[in-house]
C-alpha cells in the first residue's frame, strides 16, 4: 500500500514460515522478505534487523535503510499518515514513536496485594507502534542489549535512549492504533473492514461502446455518498486485465455493458472465481443497456435464468450479484 517503503521483512515463528510464504504467493506480494523469529519481541526484531547487515543470516542482504520502521501485526489498521510522521520525526531525532493518551489509570499493588501508589494519568502516554529509527542506532542499539534486556525488554524506543543516548521523538497516534489483543477483538476488527470495504465500489465499462458515457456518469453520482474507482476495459476474454482489477483490493463492482454481450458474464464468472472475499458480503452488479429496434426487449428469458441461477451459487460464496436491465431509447 506505501509505494516509497522499499522491502518488507516479516518476522514469524518457525512453525507458521511456510504459512507466511503461501499468503506472499497467494497475494502476489512484493518486496516482501520472511524471517524466522526468535522467542521473544526483542530477538525477533533483531533477526529482522540482521537481514540489513549479517549476510550469514539471510540467503540474500538487502540494502541498508537510512530509517528502519517497526511494526507489530496485531494493529493492522495503520494509515500512512502516521507512518509517515514517525519517519520524518526519526530522520531528524534518530528515533519516533507514536503514542495514545492512557484509557485507563496505572496502579502498582504491594507484596500483600494492596495498592502500593497509583500513576497521574495526565502525565503518561501509551506506547504504540509503528516506531521509526535511524537503521545504525537501533542496530546499534540490539547489538549492545544484555540477554535480561533480550529476554524481558518490550520498548525499542527505551534501547535507542539506554544504548545509543537517542531521545525519541514522541508523535500523537490516532485510534486505529489498538491492537488485536484478545479473541473479542477478532469481532470489532472484521466489523472495521466490512465498514471500509462497503464503501468503495469500482465501476467497470467498456469504452469501445458508444454508450459507455453511462459508465462515467454513474462513478460521478456515487461520488458524493462511497468512494468510487472507475475502470474502463474491454470486457474480453482477458485475464491479465482482469487481475490488474482484482489487485486493486475492491471488493464491489458495478459492470456496464450491452445486453447482447456475452464477455461481460464471463468477467463477472472470472472475478467472482479469482476475489478472495473473506471478510465481507460483497457485491456485484452487472448493469445491460438494452437497445431494442421494435421497443420491446431483445434480451430472451433464457439470460435472465441464468443470471439468476449465478446469482444463487454466488451467494454460497458470500458475493450478491444483481442484475440491472435498462432498456436505452
Sequence with gaps: RISWISDIVVVASPENIETMKTIIEKYGHKRVTVVEGGITRHRSIFNGLKVFAENEFSSH???KPEVVIIHDAVRPFV???????????AKEHGAAGAIRPLVSTVIASAADGCLDHSLERARYRASEMPQAFLFDIIYEAYQQCTDYDLDYGTECLHLALKYCKTNAKLVEGTADLWKVTYKRDLYAAESIIKDNLSQEVC????????????GFLLPESLKSQIKVEA?????SKNDSCLQNIIS?????FVCVNVSSEAACFYFTLKLTSNV????????????????????????????????KKFARETKKKNILVYGLLIQYK
Design 61 to 63: 542482504l538487502l540494502q
Design 79 to 89: 494509515e500512512e499518515d502516521i507512518v509517515s510522521k514517525v519517519v520524518v520525526a
Design 203 to 214: 465501476v467497470i465499462t467498456n469504452v469501445k461502446e458508444t454508450l459507455a458515457q453511462v
Design 231 to 235: 475502470t474502463s476495459v474491454p470486457l
Design 248 to 252: 486493486g483490493q475492491c471488493y464491489n
Design 276 to 307: 478472495d472475499f473473506v471478510f465481507s458480503s460483497s457485491v456485484l452488479l452487472q448493469a445491460h443497456l438494452d437497445i431494442p429496434e421494435n421497443n420491446s426487449f431483445s434480451i430472451g428469458m433464457e439470460d435472465l435464468t441464468t443470471i
